[in-house]
């Protein structure tokens, strides 16, 4: 064997030898092409072989040739069983970190639910508008006009004594009724005017019956002859489709400023009267303030307090409980 012949021998068992050892210290996926490509790409170790080849004498070419040809193959079998030891420790990692332990007790999700009082009120105002009122609206902070004069009760009148009103500055309150939406409706349109005005109303005021923030239906209805009879039939209709028809219901005469004959309705909770809202004739007055003339046009209003409906519904007998958030007495309600 000649010399060139066994030098080129030597190169290629070394070459090889250093590229498998290469190969298989290779760690991230990433450097595979780089490392791979120091051996068996254009410009890498193998290339020179190929050119001492070519120098060799043409009966030495067989043998040698074989001999890189073999030594290639087995680097490039090398790199290819480096890509797939790579491939299956880079999948065996995500599964790791991925790791569920599927004997762990389940994360209970809390789903949330409409209060109580909120279904009460959707129902009512369902109800309400299957009567044909139509919902209107109005602020909580309002003017002591809206809230008080407009609706008959001048600043010296005893009936504003009836209602601990929060005032805020510059003349405002926080509306301790939802009448005002009355004024405001019907300062904003000719009669016929058949409404409903849901809405949270506030007062300082706190025991088990009463709440500092409560929720009202307003509802009013003017047109030309709306009667005490229609007063009548509504509100005893309306208490018959929320409760049964057996639940007795009983008008009791009442007195407020912005109607005139009033009344107050009470249901009866199975153990004694609740008054459930307050009702009556619109007052001349209250028509004459927003421009109607009482002459031509007469109706009905009433206000109704929701929580107090909710309790009677749901047999509370405390109101902070509804406020308080305790998810134990909310989980108690149905859920929608
Ligand atoms: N605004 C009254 C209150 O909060 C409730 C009320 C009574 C409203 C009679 C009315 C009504 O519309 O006619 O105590």
Known sequence: MSEAHARLQADIDAIRAEALEAASAVEREADLATVRARFVGKKGAFAPLMQALGRLAPEDRPSAGARINVARDAVEAAFESARSRLAEAALAAALERGRVDVTLPGRVVAAGATHPVQQVLDDLVDLLCAFGFELADGPEVETETFNFDLLNMP??????????????????????????????????????????????????????????????????????????????????????????????????????????????????????????????????????????????????????????????????????????????????????
């Open 155 to 336: 600043s010296s009148h005893p009936a504003r004594d009836m209602q601990d009103t929060f005032y805020l500055e510059g003349g405002l309150l926080l509306r301790t009724q939802t009448s005002p939406v009355q004024v405001r409706t019907m300062q904003s349109r000719q009669p016929p005017v058949r409404i409903i005005a849901p809405g949270k109303v506030f007062r300082c005021d706190a025991d088990t019956t009463h709440s500092p923030v409560f929720h009202q239906i307003e509802g009013l209805w003017i047109d030309r002859d709306v009667t005490m009879a229609d007063l009548k039939g509504t509100l005893t209709h309306f208490l018959r489709m929320l409760y049964g028809p057996d639940r007795p219901v009983r008008f009791r005469p009442s007195f407020f400023p912005f109607t005139e004959p009033s009344v107050e309705l009470d249901v009866w909770t199975g153990s004694r009267w609740m008054e459930v809202l307050g009702a009556g004739m619109v007052h001349p007055q209250v028509l004459r303030n927003v421009g109607y003339d009482p002459d031509q046009v007469q109706g009905f209003a009433f206000g109704l307090g929701v929580d107090r409906l909710a309790m009677i519904r749901y047999g509370i007998t405390d109101i902070r409980y509804l406020w308080e958030n305790d998810a134990r007495f909310l989980r108690q309600f149905p859920t929608r």
